[in-house]
């Protein structure tokens, strides 16, 4: 059983940056891979950026070249960078994990955290 508890969100204006962080637990969290997902009002949740424990990780088109995913195994936190913050980066940012390679579809993550908002203003 893996729990995740995601912090870092915040209000920001437009151009600036946050770092989320998602804490997980359990003895085997290293072997998992983590996924970053969002969801604004009254739209579908979506994919923002997963890695696995190795291997090139993956970003949605939108957030390409602006947010960056990063594992500290000591600490069994995964982090999202995000930098050049737009006004429809606006939404609840959900970290997720499953014990197997790195997908962008919310249905194959078993374990979610309970989020954290990300307002940025423009």
């Known amino acids: 059983q893996v729990q995740l508890v995601e912090s870092g969100g915040g209000l920001v204006q437009a151009g600036g940056s946050l770092r989320l962080s998602c804490a997980g637990s359990g003895r085997t969290f290293s072997s998992y891979t983590v996924g970053w997902f969002r969801q604004a009002p009254e739209k579908e949740r979506e994919f923002v950026s997963a890695g696995g424990r190795l291997g090139t990780p993956y970003y949605a088109d939108n957030v390409k070249g602006r947010f960056t995913i990063s594992r500290d195994f000591s600490k069994n936190t995964v982090y999202l960078q995000m930098n050049t913050l737009k006004p429809g980066d606006t939404a609840v940012y959900y970290c997720?994990?499953?014990?197997?390679?790195?997908?962008?579809?919310?249905?194959?993550?078993?374990?979610w955290g309970q989020g954290t908002q990300v307002t940025v203003s423009s």
């Open positions: 997720a994990a499953r014990y197997s390679s790195a997908v962008r579809t919310t249905r194959d993550y078993p374990y």
